[in-house]
């Protein structure tokens, strides 16, 4: 059985200083791994995912994540934060093969951005 | 643009009544899923189907049924409430095949509260 530890449950960060999220996960297979976010009073979107391949994932609003398999762990980085950046992020796994990509995820780190 | 749609966005209900929660998408995915959002605990499986008319047990079964009699819509049933199931309850939907990793597309979600 599959499960992801995220090490904080919530991230104070000043504006325009980095971040960094923890995401561990246990897996006896090999994983796919994801960060959603959910912005307040919205469902989760996908941040970005690793399958295959480089193992530097990077996101289309500046964060990025690194598959860490000797570690098991997929953190979730980014170098200068903006107010518009607070929200919950979910750390996810899913099994490789699973035709129905049941997720499998962490608990949520809240991240707060204040001026 | 890909849609999920949930029924209400806020529901309050007794305990003991029947309850439905409805899911709609529009995007002709084979897979569903609904999730339950507590704080500290992350999404949880509820349930999930695969097809019209099919469906698996996910993690916290209990409590819960569904329904898929068309392929776009998903329902989820509390058939007698109780307060341990006050939530927010969350639809997805994503594509399948051998491979997996595919994205889920997340409703906004109904905050239920059972009294």
Redesign the interface.
Known sequence: AQSVTQLDSQVPVFEEAPVELRCNYSSSVSVYLFWYVQYPNQGLQLLLKYLSGSTLVESINGFEAEFNKSQTSFHLRKPSVHISDTAEYFCAVSEPGDSWGKLQFGAGTQVVVTP | DVK?TQSSRYLVKRTGEKVFLECVQDMDHE?M?W?RQDP??????IY?S?DVKMK?K?DIPEGYSVSREKKERFSLILESASTNQTSMY?C?S???????????Y????TRLTVT
């Open positions: 999920v897979n899923f999730y500290g605990l992350g999404l949880r499986l999930f695969y698996e996910g969350l997805a994503s594509f399948s095949d051998s491979l997996g990793g595919y994205e889920q997340f409703g906004p979600g």
